[in-house]
């Protein structure tokens, strides 16, 4: 199973999403991360949250939905609605899903609120993958409307 997690600048959320993904997921299971308008660059807060948090840090990049190794199965949107971003539409065959989050590079203020904002982005994007992965995914693998109700609620239960 791949899952495509997406936004605008694949620089921060998306990348996130990716590394915690490939972190927690069990063998079969595999992410990427790509945006719709690459920044060209991961951010790195990003980078050095990852590797706070033992995830491996190293090996991203921002990149295009162009290039993708194989066709995603999932597709999960990070982009944030309420905060009046566009997020972008992925027209494959996927089961697609929407869990916005703030993007945490638009965040201001001191160092140590920029942080937090890193950090909420992450910890939101963590619950939500973690939820998702004690779900039965060997049942939900071949059920595409089961699983889009599963990535539904998540998004709908967590903060």
């Given at each position: 199973?791949?899952?495509?997690?997406?936004?605008?600048?694949?620089?921060?959320?998306?990348?996130?999403?990716?590394?915690?993904?490939n972190h927690l997921a069990p063998a079969g299971w595999q992410?990427?991360?790509?945006?719709?308008?690459?920044?060209?660059?991961?951010?790195?807060?990003?980078?050095?949250?990852?590797?706070?948090?033992?995830?491996?840090?190293?090996?991203?990049?921002?990149?295009?939905?162009?290039?993708?190794?194989?066709?995603?199965?999932?597709?999960?949107?990070?982009?944030?609605?309420?905060?009046?971003?566009?997020?972008?539409?992925?027209?494959g065959p996927a089961v697609r899903a929407h869990w916005g989050?703030?993007?945490?590079?638009?965040?201001?203020?001191?160092?140590?609120?920029?942080?937090?904002?890193?950090?909420?982005?992450?910890?939101?994007?963590?619950?939500?993958?973690?939820?998702?992965?004690?779900?039965?995914?060997?049942?939900?693998?071949?059920?595409?409307?089961?699983?889009?109700?599963?990535?539904?609620?998540?998004?709908?239960?967590?903060?």
């Open positions: 199973m791949n899952v495509l997690f997406l936004c605008t600048g694949n620089s921060c959320r998306s990348i996130l999403a990716e590394a915690v993904f992410a990427w991360s790509a945006g719709s308008h690459p920044a060209g660059f991961v951010h790195p807060r990003a980078l050095a949250l990852l590797a706070r948090e033992g995830i491996r840090a190293g090996g991203y990049s921002s990149k295009s939905w162009a290039g993708l190794p194989a066709t995603p199965d999932v597709v999960i949107t990070v982009c944030a609605n309420a905060a009046g971003e566009a997020c972008p539409a992925y027209l989050v703030d993007d945490p590079a638009r965040a201001t203020g001191t160092d140590a609120e920029i942080d937090a904002a890193f950090e909420r982005t992450y910890r939101v994007l963590r619950a939500r993958i973690e939820a998702f992965l004690a779900g039965p995914l060997g049942e939900l693998e071949g059920d595409h409307e089961r699983l889009k109700r599963a990535l539904d609620r998540i998004a709908s239960l967590l903060p």
